[in-house]
């Protein structure tokens, strides 16, 4: 699984067109993309809906990176200089050819390992992009409960697979890992909200004062309890903890007084959506200036 040679396969077939195709599709990973869906659904459908999606994107994207920083393993590149990194913005530099696993259940090799381990790139497994294709795409359809959406989301999230491997930035090995994490999230969170009782559950406990019922020790527990821990631990950065705690804060209390109305006309919701995306971006700024 972390074999090279289907990267190069795969390379073999490549052209100038595929490649920006890949890359274009690849793009809807990154978190430009996935925050401008996340700002569309909430402010232009639903703010609840937009919330939960929110939630498991998030969550998703934490556990993820938790499981990269945990593993530590290289990327398809970086172990076989014979593997071109497709995708910009990568320091592509190595002393290794040939290098990557030498059976298929086999890890790179160890110097390979220890060396990509100093320099300062993302490590590789479990894949980030497929675990939060699976988070959207299969959050999306999980929230809006849409028989379209269930048959778009495998479809997508297969597409987003094959453009990490083809631009040679995951091995096989790392697309199963993120499938894995995503699948078991996701599953998580269709067995919490996926039903209408269970999304009653999840609401009346952030309206509710805190008490000992189980949906409201789990939901201020995920929201606010396990952040704050997670960046005590270093395991998340105080920034972004600081950011999910705050935006879990407003929420609550805006849910406590009463969320405006989801209604309206198309402007309307156009609106609203441009009125979200400033507000992000004045936030993300202030946070890149303290």
Sequence with gaps: MFQTGVHIALQSQASDWLTWLMLQIT???YYRFVIVMVIAVMFGISLRKGFLLFQIIAWTAVLSE?????FGLPRPFFSDSRVVCLEPDWDVATPFRAMGGNSFLALPAPEVIDVYRLKNLSFGFPSGHVSGAIAMWGGLATIFRSRILAW???FAIMLI???????GVHFLADVIGGTLLGGLLLFFA???IGSDPGRERFFAAAINRVSSSPPGILYFFLLFVLPLLLALFSLLSAKFAGFYIGLNAAFTLALRSGLPQDAGSLPMRLLRVLLGGLLF???SLALRLT
């Excluded at 938790?66 to 945990?70: D, E, G, P, S």
């Design 161 to 167: 697979a094959f453009t990490r491997m083809y631009l």
């Design 66 to 70: 938790i499981a990269k920083q945990f």
């Design 27 to 29: 793009a809807t990973g």
């Design 190 to 192: 269709w067995r919490l």
């Design 281 to 283: 971006w004045l936030l």
């Design 152 to 154: 778009l989301a495998p």
